[in-house]
């Protein structure tokens, strides 16, 4: 096989809070495709793939389980590690961001940045989006005033922080998208970084924290963390030892530039706006490509936990196998649109693909095999018009595979190989081999076709390595072949023959019963919703000591305003007995100024007081919320400064 060169394809790093379902798998998978066809196609790959394991979600989930964020972060990459290795996925390196190297070489790249003068110091004030642990302007934020990424409420902020200068490179960007229209793909996703964030005006970005301490210090301002996005994205060259004084190790030198960043569609502006500009920064090249694939849904739902809707991959392994799991995946996805599964699609995909489709065929082709030649293989050449077809068509399939796999069509690719086993059973159909059998002077054409029929399947577990490699390698097993490498397939006729092929061909995929796998399906979902329950007991559930930390107290309010810069929030001045305090709320959907005036409400007066949108908050009301309503909680008839016990 001819070396081609490098080739260097990442994912997203999984963020450490949690089991990634199949929807976040299903990236690893689609890599982990791309990275074994490169592999066999004469590409020295390297596939790197990790966990994002600092920040306040990481943080504050450690604190409720009563572990340290190290232990907590240990616990969960080893969580996803094994999410990832039940479907086989090949990576070369798994990196964690709370690898001591990730670590120095981040705060000597932020050291960089803040000498060339790309940071500075200042404060945030505007919206924050804790689920994303991301910072949005007025501008970005959705019409009701939700997360533009995931839907989730945000928090006004202020805090100080240091900011990149993001607005220094902006037309510098902007110039490269347009000269390099394969760097953002599929084309929606590049109109949509052009005209919804960079030609309105790139924002300066905020790349440091002082309100959590779990993440890597700014080494010359320990009060600061550095945040997520400097942290995160620079893993892809710490990986493979960058250094920023120069002193890098082969890997980078033989690697970067990246040729194949693969992300979901709800992060590519970071991968396509934010990375980009901190690598032009560095005064390194920017990756070849940038792809946002779309989301597998459940139905047509995100999955949720609380939703009860999901599906993670070693559940699905236990039910169908790990082939079978890439297969739904890989098959299932569109390039440029959400994917659509349920375990009905699922099981009649395997029953009819699989079971069927591919199964069947190589089970009955062996079978016959055995049958009339004792499992010997032989080619007499005693050929016909439909041979010549059956080999254009396997020829034919390699070559649409390369088109759709260079272009990142993965489902088309795979769906290629299933034509060119569609097309080998309707050869069966054409030639009839139990009709050539019946007569002895067909026996080299019965011979013949049977061998067409073994180099067909073949080709076929040949590509399908890249994307089911257990059953490409039990098909390849089977037929005695050493005949297993991509440069085997320029030409049709190449399999071995004076070899027998296996005497008990083994079942790959059996037919499923939707009934039972329905039971096996309805009790996996019972002890997740069991499991959701009990987390959300035990999150709800405090000690007396903890509850007796909550200075409860009644309050009158005595005015109320609209906050001038916020639509959603009220401002209070509230009576709590012998002080009065201002009290900022987001509960304006729900109330007016003049409904809140003369209320008596319970008051939380022993919170840490801060700014909310610039306004001071000292306390907060209790209240209620169904939906996007909020009803604050009243207790009439207690004077102001009572205390609530």
């Known amino acids: 096989m001819e070396n081609k060169g490098p080739y260097y394809i990442t994912t997203a790093i999984a963020y450490a809070v949690g089991k990634p379902h199949i929807g976040n798998v299903y990236e690893i998978v689609l890599a982990d495709a791309l990275a074994r066809y490169k592999r ?33 972060v240990d616990q969960i990459a ?10 086989h996925v090949s990576y070369d390196k798994f990196i964690r961001t709370t690898d001591p190297e990730h670590e120095r070489t981040v705060q000597k790249i932020f050291r960089k940045f803040y000498d060339q003068g790309d940071i500075y110091k200042g404060h945030y004030d505007g919206m924050y989006c804790q689920e994303d642990e991301a910072f949005y302007t007025a501008s970005q934020v959705t019409a009701d005033g939700k997360c533009p990424i995931c839907g989730g409420e945000l928090i ?7 900011f990149f ?11 490269y998208i347009e000269e390099h229209p394969e760097f953002i793909q599929p084309e929606s996703r590049r109109n949509e970084m052009i005209n919804n964030f960079l030609k309105p005006g790139l924002q300066d970005l905020s790349v440091s924290r002082t309100s959590f301490k779990w993440g890597i210090p700014v080494d010359f301002d320990p009060q600061h963390v550095i945040y997520v996005w400097i942290d995160a994205l ?35 502006r970071f991968h396509t706006i934010y990375w980009p500009i901190m690598l032009m920064a560095l005064g390194l090249p920017l990756p070849k490509q940038v792809f946002g694939h779309p989301w597998l849904l459940t139905g047509n739902d995100k999955m949720s936990k609380s939703h009860g809707n999901v599906i993670y991959t070693d559940d699905l392994v236990k039910l169908f196998g790990a082939d079978a799991v890439r297969y739904i995946m890989l098959h299932e996805m569109p390039f440029d649109q959400d994917g659509h599964i349920t375990y009905a699609l699922m099981i009649e995909r395997i029953n009819s693909a699989l079971a069927n489709n591919l199964g069947n065929l190589v089970n009955r082709t062996l079978a016959m095999q055995n049958k009339y030649f004792n499992g010997m293989i032989a080619n007499p050449k005693e050929s016909e018009a439909a041979d010549e077809e059956l080999a254009d068509k396997a020829l034919e399939t390699v070559q649409n595979v390369e088109t759709h796999m260079n272009t990142l069509h993965v489902a088309e690719a795979i ?46 577990a040949v590509l399908l390595r890249a994307f089911l490699p257990e059953t490409a390698a039990k098909i390849l097993d089977q037929l005695h072949t050493e005949k297993r490498d991509y440069d085997t397939l320029t030409s049709f006729g190449q ?55 909550l200075d409860l107290v009644v309050g009158r309010v005595l005015s109320c305003r609209k906050h001038p810069d916020a639509d959603k929030l009220l401002i209070e001045t509230v009576d709590i007995g012998g002080e009065v305090r201002q009290i900022v709320s987001g509960i ?42 909020y009803a604050v909680v009243e207790v009439n008839g207690l004077e102001p400064g009572t205390k609530i016990a």
């Open 165 to 175: 200068r993001m607005s220094k490179y902006a037309d510098r960007l902007i110039q």
């Open 156 to 162: 006004p902020m202020q805090e100080e922080t240091y």
């Open 40 to 72: 066999m196609t004469g590409y020295e790959v390297y596939f790197q793939t990790g966990t994002d394991e600092h920040g306040q979600k990481v943080e504050q989930k450690a604190e409720a389980a009563k572990k340290t964020p190290q232990e907590f």
């Open 234 to 268: 620079s893993n892809y060259i710490t990986g493979l030892g960058y250094d920023v004084d120069g002193n890098h190790a082969p890997a980078f030198a033989q690697y970067w530039p990246a040729d194949l960043h693969l992300v979901g569609k709800d992060i590519i």
């Open 588 to 629: 304006a959907d729900s109330y007016t100024p003049g409904q809140m005036i003369g209320k008596h409400v319970v008051v939380i007066s022993n919170l840490k007081a801060t700014t909310i949108r610039g306004e001071e908050s000292r306390g907060m009301l209790l209240a209620g919320k169904s939906g996007n309503t």
């Open 415 to 460: 769906s290629d190989i299933f034509s060119l086993l569609d097309r080998a059973n309707k050869y069966i159909d054409e030639t009839m081999p139990w009709a050539l059998a019946k007569d002895s002077e067909k026996i080299s054409r019965l011979a013949t076709v049977l061998y067409n029929l073994l180099e067909s399947i073949r080709f076929a």
């Open 78 to 87: 080893g969580e996803i590690r094994e999410q990832f290795d039940c479907v």
């Open 495 to 549: 399999l071995e023959t004076g070899v027998r092929t296996a005497e008990h061909p083994e079942i790959l995929f059996a037919r499923l019963d939707e009934k039972e796998i329905m039971k096996q399906v309805e009790e996996t979902q019972k002890k997740q919703m069991e499991e959701v329950r009990k987390a959300k007991t035990k999150a709800r559930e405090i000690t007396m000591e903890e509850f007796g930390k």
